[in-house]
């Protein structure tokens, strides 16, 4: 079942500089969400409140209704959610298959002396998840890289591991920012492919943060944008884009006033 993912009043500060100001929305189960903004708007640092990374200074994060803000995230992870990162940490040596396989023992049945001992039903469900795991690659288009180490692949191309790790964990709400950043054109093809198929097929929930604003009209039902921290406007993409707040907030007010 595809999550609902409600901030109400999401306030974090660090010091004395306030990266998030009671920010609201809500992510229906099952839709594709933007979240959109210049630079330094906080996109990332909400991602972080909703992952466990940041714990908000004020204000509710919930999941089906449920509030975890300030949990761990391998307490969310349970809830269902995963995520990519801004800038991927991969496994620079390891191979593109066990960079995918990262953090799936946490999935393997039973516990960690199971795991160590390696039973037979910890085999079989390891040989599952290589099993999936290669699928995954081959529906990205990576499947070619599979045994290669990660650090022969692009920056981009990085993105689509993790995005491969991601959906590994079999996610109810997938967090990605900004997937198609350092990807050749061909690539942001195949990436909206990939999250159009994921809706068709998945029971998932999406938000990506993303500035390529044709992926973003291309893939979401709806958008927030921030600007500084606080919550700029609500509504499709389209609207976004047409949007004076918006426009002066990508390109300054000068510019605004003379699109006006
Ligand atoms: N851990 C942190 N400590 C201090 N400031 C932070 C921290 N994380 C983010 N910030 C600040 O929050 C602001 C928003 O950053 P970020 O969320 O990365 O924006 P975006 O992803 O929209 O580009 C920036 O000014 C950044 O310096
Ligand atoms: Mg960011």
């Known amino acids: 079942m595809a999550a609902e993912l409600a901030m109400q009043g ?13 920010v609201s929305f809500t992510v229906e189960p099952g839709q594709i969400f933007g979240l959109v903004g210049p630079n330094g708007a906080g996109k990332t640092s909400l991602f972080n409140c909703i992952s466990g990374h940041y714990k908000p200074t004020a204000g509710t994060v919930s999941i089906d209704g449920t509030p975890v803000q300030g949990a761990r995230p391998a307490t969310l992870a349970r809830h269902g959610l995963a995520r990519t990162f801004q ?23 039973g516990g960690p002396l199971e795991w160590a001992v390696r039973t037979r039903r910890t085999k079989r469900a390891e040989e599952r998840f290589r ?7 081959e ?13 022969e692949l692009s920056h981009g191309l990085h993105k ?55 992926l973003i009209a291309a893939l979401t039902d709806r958008v927030v944008v ?11 993409a389209a609207e976004a884009q047409s949007d004076p707040r918006v426009i002066e907030a990508y390109i300054g007010k000068d510019a605004a006033d003379d699109v006006a």
């Not at 306030?11 to 004395?16: M, P, W, Y």
């Not at 529906?139 to 650090?151: S, T, V």
């Not at 921030?226 to 499709?236: S, V």
């Open 10 to 22: 999401v306030s974090l500060r660090f010091g004395g500089i306030e990266v998030l100001q009671e």
């Open 87 to 109: 800038q991927p940490a991969l496994q620079l040596q390891e191979t593109v298959l066990e960079n995918v396989l990262l953090g799936a023992h946490t999935q393997l049945p």
């Open 131 to 137: 099993v999936e795991a290669l699928d995954l690659l």
């Open 139 to 151: 529906r990205n288009g990576l499947a070619w890289a599979a045994h290669l180490p990660a650090d």
């Open 160 to 214: 689509g591991v993790e995005l491969c790790r991601a959906l590994l964990m079999k996610p109810r709400l997938l967090l990605l920012d900004e997937p198609a950043a350092g990807l050749p054109h061909a690539e942001v093809e195949h990436l909206i492919a990939a999250v159009r198929r994921l809706r068709a097929e998945d029971d998932i929930t999406v938000v990506i943060v993303e500035h390529n604003m044709g």
């Open 226 to 236: 921030l600007d500084h921290g606080r919550k700029l406007m609500e509504g499709t």
